[in-house]
């Protein structure tokens, strides 16, 4: 943590050490959701496991990896607690990211109108990779993924 090349690195490790259980669990209960009848099918006309899993399950939770990757990004965008607690944004400034340069600009260096434009390029930012994955996947006209429906 005392090194500025590794400080980073560190972070992004310990962040997704926190964040990979809940990921995981969202890409397991959409798999769960897969007809198995889809799987039976396919293994009636030959399928291996490799063409089962790029022509039924990657289609199949397309819109869970959109709804996912936007949850990390937007996410990654407003993380501040545990940068705060591990390195309030040293060694130097090797960690100094968007969401603690907002805090430390509003209450350690008392310029609010600076924090406010950071708090509003970190919601533009937001919303823009938002919209951008919304629209590049396909989910703005979202159907239904299920067997009949």
Same mark, same amino acid.
């Given at each position: 943590?005392?090194?500025?090349?590794?400080?980073?690195? %560190? *972070?992004?490790? /310990?962040? =997704?050490?926190?964040?990979?259980? &809940?990921?995981?669990?969202?890409?397991? +209960?959409?798999?769960?959701?897969?007809?198995?009848?889809?799987?039976?099918?396919?293994?009636?006309?030959?399928?291996?496991?490799?063409?089962?899993?790029?022509?039924?399950?990657?289609?199949?939770?397309?819109?869970?990896?959109?709804?996912?990757? %936007? *949850?990390?990004? /937007?996410? =990654?965008?407003?993380?501040?607690? &545990?940068?705060?607690?591990?390195?309030? +944004?040293?060694?130097?400034?090797?960690?100094?990211?968007?969401?603690?340069?907002?805090?430390?600009?509003?209450?350690?260096?008392?310029?609010?109108?600076?924090?406010?434009?950071?708090?509003?390029?970190?919601?533009?930012?937001?919303?823009?990779?938002? *919209?951008?994955?919304?629209?590049?996947?396909?989910?703005?006209?979202?159907?239904?993924?299920?067997?009949?429906?």
């Amino acid at each position: 943590m005392g090194d500025p090349n590794t400080a980073l690195w %560190t *972070l992004i490790v /310990v962040v =997704s050490w926190c964040f990979i259980p &809940l990921h995981s669990l969202l890409y397991q +209960g959409a798999v769960r959701q897969i007809p198995q009848s889809l799987y039976e099918a396919a293994m009636l006309d030959g399928a291996g496991t490799v063409r089962q899993f790029f022509s039924i399950t990657l289609p199949q939770i397309k819109y869970t990896f959109a709804t996912d990757s %936007t *949850l990390m990004i /937007v996410g =990654s965008l407003t993380y501040f607690d &545990l940068v705060y607690v591990m390195t309030a +944004g040293g060694p130097g400034n090797a960690t100094r990211i968007l969401p603690l340069d907002m805090y430390l600009k509003g209450f350690k260096s008392y310029d609010m109108g600076g924090a406010s434009v950071v708090g509003v390029i970190i919601l533009v930012m937001g919303i823009a990779i938002s *919209l951008l994955l919304n629209k590049l996947s396909g989910s703005d006209k979202m159907e239904s993924q299920m067997e009949g429906v």
